[in-house]
């Protein structure tokens, strides 16, 4: 901490988020909406969508486009709005009539287009849409006792689901494949989810933290905050794009003809 007249400054909080903005941070304006919609942790769990769709034996990139959108509404907006909702964890202006606003619009957006979609896929898709609208509302809202909000919950919810529900809206089906990468979205999601919760503790609720080290020679290395940080977020970051990248990539090798 820094001084002045031998008295300790206070050093200010750092951002509720590696990805928040802190210029017009707190005004609920887009740099508020910016960090609500969670930019990296959202297009990751949508590469799943696109890894789930990339499995089926003939693909409809419509019907891909349509599910990547019904999740975007989903998880991208309305799970992150319910999410600021309760309790402010991005400490974002936001007036709470728009975050309501916003999550009952997104989510209802996202229903209609899994109930467009029963059409060419078939009533099978129906419970796909029912689950996918209560793991929203359950885990965000922390619903029956938030037995939905844990690390279980959340690797089931944002990372097996998305990869069973697009390889459904596909092929109308399900398999071993899609169930082998479900599984993998699923580990990967609970290692996400790993990371990140003691990385949003240091960044929204320690004050301070300093810790001493002391390695086999003696020599003792101190970490703050920053220390600590950078290994939680820099896997998160680093995770967070190999996933879009691996979806791009598969994508592209479907496009042009390889499967």
Do not use: K
């Amino acid at each position: 901490m820094g001084t002045q007249g031998g008295v300790s400054e206070p050093r200010p909080p750092p951002a509720p988020a590696y990805y928040a903005s802190r210029q017009g941070a707190g005004s609920g304006g887009w740099a508020d909406w910016w960090s609500v919609l969670h930019p990296p942790y959202t297009a990751w769990h949508l590469s799943y969508v696109v890894l789930g769709a990339m499995l089926a034996p003939h693909i409809s990139w419509t019907r891909l486009v349509a599910t990547l959108l019904a999740f975007l509404l989903a998880v991208g907006v309305a799970a992150h709005a319910l999410d600021e909702l309760n309790g402010r964890p991005l400490r974002t202006g936001i007036p709470a009539w728009a975050l309501t606003t916003a999550a009952v619009v997104a989510l209802l957006g996202s229903v209609a287009l899994g109930a467009a979609g029963v059409v060419r896929v078939g009533v099978g898709l129906v419970p796909f849409i029912v689950i996918g609208a209560l793991l929203v509302l359950a885990y965000n809202l922390e619903l029956f006792g938030g037995v939905m909000h844990t690390t279980a919950g959340f690797a089931l919810a944002w990372g097996a689901f998305p990869v069973l529900t697009a390889y459904y809206a596909q092929a109308s089906s399900l398999g071993i494949a899609p169930v082998a990468v479900a599984i993998a979205a699923l580990a990967l999601s609970w290692a996400q989810r790993t990371l990140s919760t003691p990385a949003r503790r240091l960044r929204r609720q320690v004050a301070d933290v300093e810790v001493s080290t002391v390695m086999h020679d003696g020599t003792v290395v101190s970490s703050g905050r920053t220390e600590l940080l950078a290994p939680l977020e820099g896997a998160l970051r680093t995770m967070s794009w190999a996933m879009v990248a691996l979806a791009c990539g598969v994508a592209l090798a479907r496009a042009s003809g390889w499967s």
